[in-house]
């Protein structure tokens, strides 16, 4: 493969992941990641500048960048990430969505309708654990994305986001009050902050466990478990079905498809 560096971006509803993968000097590993806020109000000028400084203090320079794939559910923030790309790195972006080669049937019955960053973490998952298999991300919402055991994307389920519950909670509630998101020593609570941590962690890591087992029902006992995300790791520890957790299983993701796109190319 030709020396590439390749800049991933995951922009998500509330967060914007970026990453980069060097190779072949780094044998297409993770170098370097940060993640911003996916503020739709940002220009393409603004983004940029953030970009250069993230670099800047890398010690790293936009010059070093030779390719660049996003994968994107905010659909009006597509266009200004591809003008900062050609402002900044004087490279047109490989977009995730129609056309680009997965190597991954979808078996939705509107395939447009599937999340570009579902389709990403359910080609990592595969990649990672072979099927069938279940990708669980704990974002803004909690997808849990089904793959089968011919690598087929099936479909799954969405929930509202650990986040959303609580956001929502306190603006409803007026005697309930913001906490830190940890894991409670019981499930019942003695103060109001360990009820709500207790709802919370052990109220979510329930339902990934009854969830898991209501979709390995249907897509096979056997089915493995990967989690990603901002929470993963600590509804992971209390529950009984996620046996691996990925943080940047979407930007690995993304680099497979970049591969997947380029192979012909870079051979």
Partial sequence: ??????????VGNSNTSVGL?????GGGSLTRHWRIG????????ELAIILRSLFDDSEGSVSEITDIIISSVVPPLVPIWER???KLFDCAPLIVGPGIKTGMPVHYKNPSEVGADRI???????????GPVIAVDFGTAITFDCISKEGAYLGGAIFPGIHIATEALFERASMLHRIEITKPSKAIGRTT?????????FGYAGMVDCMVERIRSELG?????????????????????IERVEPFLTLEGLRMLF???TEESNT
Avoid at 21 to 25: A, H, L, Q, R
Avoid at 38 to 45: G, L
Avoid at 193 to 201: F, M, N, R
């Fill in 84 to 86: 900062v790309c050609s």
């Fill in 259 to 261: 591969e997947k796109n």
């Fill in 38 to 45: 996916s503020h739709h109000h940002n220009t393409s000028d």
């Fill in 21 to 25: 993968f060097d190779y072949p000097s």
């Fill in 221 to 241: 006992k056997d089915a493995r478990v990967i989690a990603t995300g901002g929470l993963a790791q600590r509804v992971a520890d209390i529950t009984t079905s």
């Fill in 193 to 201: 902050t360990e009820a709500l941590q207790s709802g919370l962690l």
């Fill in 1 to 10: 493969m030709r020396e590439t560096v390749l800049l991933v971006v995951d």
């Fill in 120 to 130: 990403v973490n359910a080609v990592a998952a595969h990649e990672l654990l072979g």
